[in-house]
């Protein structure tokens, strides 16, 4: 079996998002004649913790630590809430790639010493955190191992960081270059990433687009009970300030009640939802109709889906690139999804493609609260469409995908 080195700064018990799509390739890949080992990082102050995770760790996958000494741990350690947040953007300005650049020194000690005691046949870095794609790089040019890069979010148009001077976007453009100069195959969860990166770097060959998806597993065996009289729509995931903000969603149904009293709709937020946020739904009085869950482990998250009518979505006018890993989970569910997302972005092109669900403007409350009125209505109906489970966005066959590139990168014509 050929044997690939994966360097995931996030790997469980850390939870969130950025965790399933690694994780599931490492269980999957041993089927399709790939052995992994992880080199990850002790994260002692992350705000997702799910320890449940870990339990899906296939025993003979050997998961490598580094101690991480982060400048800003104290300020972690130390702050009762995030806002929301794990990315402190003002950060973007002292540290390129990104804040987690002290992670390399002993993420290269480390993946030295793995390359130089065995036989690796590919090393395979996902990212962000970029500083991730610095450590593969450096580890495939010392050992002279092929290396392939999987990009979760775009490196030199994060919708997650500020719009950086000319000098660090140049120093940033760089890092990113030299990269992707040294990798054998580039992949990416979404096509628009792709296409970006082929508007900068129009000479990259060897792009594929491997998306997000969702497992039947983690389908718990016990659904809660769907309410029969209320329009249940929820969401999954982070709120996060100033970035991913459904504040649209909160006006249009503050309108509503104002005009017609109680409304027959539970909006609920499941994950980890900044102070702030929470103050506007007190402030505007939607307590009986908007609750805030806080952050749940991702089976107990999975079994909330499925006894919903809708999945909220929502992605910010700016962010027209971006789908996030809920969309696909989403979409794998078979669930309507209530896409407040850009109309002719990438996550707006997806629903409706696969027909799966609403999309209009995240900042059309006007059109939101129509929306919403004529949900209702098919509630009443019993005429919310069902959706179908899809099977190209299974994390096992997804893989099968990944692991085909990866038998393509070692290849003797390819070295």
Avoid at 14 to 37: D, H, I, M, N, S
Avoid at 54 to 74: A, F, K
Avoid at 276 to 294: A, I, N, P
């Amino acid at each position: 079996m050929k044997k690939v080195l994966i360097i995931s700064y996030y790997f469980p018990p850390a939870g969130g998002a950025g965790v399933f799509r690694t994780l599931k390739f490492t269980c999957y890949l041993p089927e399709f004649g790939w052995q992994p080992t992880v080199l990850s990082t002790e994260l002692p102050h992350y705000f997702w913790q799910d320890d449940a995770l870990v339990n899906e760790i296939p025993p003979d996958v050997n998961v490598l630590r580094t101690e991480y000494r982060n400048p800003l741990s104290w300020f972690l350690k130390n702050k009762k809430t995030a806002g929301g947040r794990s990315h402190y953007p003002g950060s973007d300005f002292l540290f390129l790639p990104d804040n987690k650049l002290w992670w390399q020194p002993e993420a290269y000690k480390k993946g030295f010493e793995i390359l130089e005691n065995k036989h690796y046949d590919l090393i395979f870095a996902t990212v962000p955190p970029f500083t991730g794609g610095l450590i593969a790089s450096r580890l495939s040019k010392r050992f002279k191992i092929p290396m392939i890069i999987d990009f979760r979010d775009s490196w030199h148009n994060s919708p997650a960081r500020p719009r950086l001077p000319y000098f660090h976007y140049k120093w940033n453009i760089y890092l990113e270059k030299r990269v992707l100069q040294q990798s054998a195959a580039v992949i990416s969860v979404n096509k628009s990433i792709i296409q970006d990166i082929l508007g900068v770097y129009p000479g990259l060959s060897a792009t594929q687009w491997i998306p997000n998806g969702f497992d039947p597993a983690d389908i718990p065996a016990n659904l809660p009970t769907r309410n029969q009289e209320l329009l249940t729509i929820k969401y999954l995931g982070t709120v996060y300030e100033g970035f991913r903000y459904p504040q649209s969603i909160l006006l249009a149904i503050k309108e509503m009640h104002e005009e017609s009293g109680m409304i027959p709709i539970q909006l609920e937020f499941i994950g980890r939802i900044p102070e702030s946020f929470q103050k506007l739904v007190h402030q505007y009085q939607l307590g009986e109709l908007v609750k805030c869950r806080g952050f749940v482990s991702h089976y107990e998250a999975i079994g909330e889906a499925m006894a919903s009518d809708l999945l909220l979505l929502y992605i910010q006018s700016s962010s027209v690139q971006q789908t996030t890993s809920k969309l696909y989970e989403y979409l794998g569910l078979g669930k309507p999804v209530l896409g407040l997302v850009p109309c002719f972005g990438e996550a707006g092109r997806l629903i409706r493609e696969h027909r799966a669900g609403w999309v209009i403007s995240p900042d059309d409350v006007q059109g939101i609260k129509s929306l919403l009125r004529e949900l209702l209505q098919l509630k009443v109906k019993g005429a919310i469409f069902k959706g179908e489970q899809r099977p190209e966005f299974l994390r096992k066959n997804l893989t099968r995908e990944l692991a085909q590139i990866f038998d393509q990168a070692v290849k003797p014509e390819c070295q």
